[in-house]
């Protein structure tokens, strides 16, 4: 019988919430690694047993954690995570060039393909791949070796990488997007790597429409279509139908076009979620109300979805890790918040309920379909 | 036979409820110890020193005897009641955040 996990990482541990294919009835598991901040796991999609999990404090750095048996059991993997040649610097904060420092994984990747394989995108900004089950890790380093490198400069919540998108058809062509560098493609399996930014307008910087820069927040794609990207930015939400040649705004009659995550249906490459938030200043839902917004259209035309969701008194974020599809039908969407919520519609998002609402702060939610 | 006692995230991941014991060659110093610990525990790698560089995390410190000696030497010799395991050698996360 077919089922969902998800994958929960807050800020104090992970939790794994399963169900079956109704998704009426879940069951926690966790805390798991307690009191450690776990900014994502992710399940291979070649072996859905097999699992990653980014696992970090400040006191003690970074561990990789992997799963052979869905979660049941861990073990610690390779942390060593060292920049290729001598790592150079980039912009800091006021201005000056800073060195290249690793603080984390953001998100972990795994190959389409092969459950041994899996890219781990970190802070500072710069792509790893592991294939060796997360034993030994490897900077692929022509992304942050491009020419514009020493250009780039942390968001707020440090320069990470935090998207890596994998081409379902063409498995030498992903797209990474880092904040607040941009967009970035390769063609050639991450040896060599370039800007996708054409089409991104950005106010906080001197040149709007400069080739990096840009406060990319998150990025996601339909496997049925994969040339189709859909962008939540800083401030604007995007679309290119080119693989990221170009980007179109599409926000349309949104709230707010500022926000953290964006997902798109897994049966219905048109239908696409946002959560606006307020500004860049006030990081909270408008008005106090929790709305995630679909549209149906690609963009640009956007319904707001309440049923289930608190529509006053809410001050709570989504950060751009913690949405996440199934590829049931109907159609599966999660989302966990700074408030220890994570919500689940069974429905395409017509409807949510809460099926976990005192966690610590959710930092992502990843959801696997199982067999 | 020196005893180590380890922070409890790093109890956890070496999957020992207690204090650690650790055989060292030679008169032992901070070095030897963290050394011999990483090689009995190769999950603590990169958890107490930098993989790279071996210089120790921020918020990490080393007691023995009552006293602070985090700043010593890594080379310098520990005192004789860690080295008889009288005492044993505190690695301690920082009292920091939350």
Redesign the interface.
Known sequence: MSGVRLLVGTRKGAFLLTSDGKRDDWQVKGPLFAGWEIYHLNGSPADPDRLYASQSTGWHGQVVQRSDDGGKTWEPVGNEFAYDGIPGTHQWYDGTQHPWEFARIWHLEPSLSDPDTVFAGVEDAALFRSTDGGQTWHELSGLRDHPTGEQWQPGAGGLCLHTILIHPEDPQRMVVAISAAGTFRTDDGGETWRPINKGLRSHELPDEEREVGHCVHRIAMNPSRPDTLFMQKHWHVMRSDDGGESWQKVSGNLPSDFGFPISVHAHEPETVYVVPIESDSEHVPPEGKLRVYRSRTGGNEWEPLTNGLPQEHCYVNVLRDAMAVDSLDPGGVYFGTTGGQVYASSDSGDNWTAVVRDLPSVLSVEAQTLA | MIRVVL????RT?AGVDGEVQLDVDGHPTQRSVLDALEASYP?L????R???TAKR?D??RFFACGQDITLEAADDPLPEEVVSGAQPFRVV??M??G
């Open positions: 922070p409890q995230h790093l991941l999950a790698r990169g958890t107490i930098d993989h790279a995390r918020f990490i996360a920082a920091a955040g």
